[in-house]
C-alpha cells in the first residue's frame, strides 16, 4: 500500500509534545522524512528518536519561533540534512492567558503575540522562501483553533492570535497558491495534550466546561488532529487552499 508522503521532507514546529508530536509521527508513518523542533531541544531531540527507532528518518532540532534568526536557521538545517523541504506544520503556540480582557496586561499580550502570530509569520516567511527557490511547490499547515472561528470569552489575545493565523493562512494561500505552494490551517477543538491537563489542574471547574463543549460527547485526541493535518499536507488535498478546517468535534457547530 502506498504512503501518502512517501519520500517528502516535513518540518514540525512545536514538535516535542501533544499534536505536534502526533504529526511528527503520522508524517513518518506517511513515508516521510521528519525535522522535529521545539524550544525544548532536547525534548525535540527524544521525538527524532522515537521515530528513527520506528524505522523512520528524522532530526531533532531546538528552535524559538519568534526570534527570525533561530527560524531561518531551522529551515537552513533542515535542508542541509535533507536537502530540500516539502511539507510545513507551524504548530509552536502558546496558551497562557485565563482571565477577563480588562485584566491581561501588555506583557502577557506581546508574549502570546510574539509566538502565535508573529512565529507563525516567521515560519512561513522563510519556508515559502525556501520553497520558492526549489521551484516545485510545497504544503504548508498552521495550527490555528476553534478560538480562531468563534469568540474566547476569558482568553481575548488567545483568541485574537488564532484569528490572525486564519487571516495569514488565508492571504498566503491566495498568493502562492499558483505558485503551487498550498497554505491551510486545523483548527482543532480541545484536545487532550499537556497543556489541557495543565489548564484543568489550574482551575478544576474548566472540566464541566470541556465535558460538555464537544457535541461529540468527548475530548479529542492528538491523533485525530495529526491525521487531519496529513491530510491538508498530502495531494489527497490538492483542491484544498487558505482553508481553515475545523476539527472539533462540533464545537464550532451550534
Request: charged content about 25%.
Amino acid at each position: 500500500m502506498s504512503r501518502k508522503l512517501e519520500g517528502k521532507i516535513a518540518l514540525v514546529t512545536g514538535g516535542a509534545g501533544g499534536i505536534g508530536r502526533a504529526t511528527a509521527l503520522a508524517y513518518m508513518r506517511e513515508g516521510a522524512k521528519v525535522a522535529v523542533a521545539d524550544l525544548d531541544g532536547a525534548a525535540a531531540r527524544d521525538v527524532a528518536d522515537e521515530i528513527v527507532a520506528a524505522g523512520g528518518e528524522a532530526l531533532g532540532l531546538a528552535a524559538d519561533v519568534s526570534l527570525s534568526e533561530d527560524v531561518e536557521a531551522m529551515v537552513a538545517q533542515v535542508v542541509a540534512r535533507f536537502g530540500r523541504l516539502d511539507i510545513a506544520f507551524n504548530n509552536a503556540g502558546i496558551e497562557v492567558e485565563h482571565e477577563p480582557l480588562h485584566k491581561t496586561d501588555e506583557a502577557m499580550f506581546d508574549h502570546l503575540m510574539n509566538v502565535n502570530v508573529k512565529g507563525v509569520w516567521l515560519c512561513m516567511k522563510h519556508e515559502i522562501t525556501q520553497m520558492l527557490r526549489q521551484g516545485h511547490g510545497g504544503a504548508i499547515v498552521n495550527t490555528a483553533s476553534v478560538g480562531g472561528l468563534i469568540g474566547a470569552p476569558r482568553q481575548p489575545i488567545y483568541g485574537a492570535t488564532k484569528h490572525a493565523v486564519v487571516g495569514m493562512t488565508k492571504s498566503a494561500g491566495l498568493e502562492y497558491g499558483r505558485k503551487g505552494i498550498r497554505v491551510n490551517a486545523v483548527c482543532p477543538g480541545i484536545i487532550r495534550t499537556e497543556m489541557t491537563e495543565r489548564a484543568i489542574a489550574r482551575e478544576p471547574r474548566r472540566q464541566q466546561y470541556i465535558d460538555q463543549a464537544h457535541p461529540i460527547g468527548r475530548l479529542g485526541e492528538a491523533d485525530e488532529i495529526a491525521r487531519a493535518v496529513v491530510f491538508l499536507s498530502s495531494d489527497d488535498a490538492a483542491f484544498v487552499l487558505g482553508h481553515p478546517l475545523a476539527v472539533d468535534g462540533g464545537y464550532t457547530a451550534r
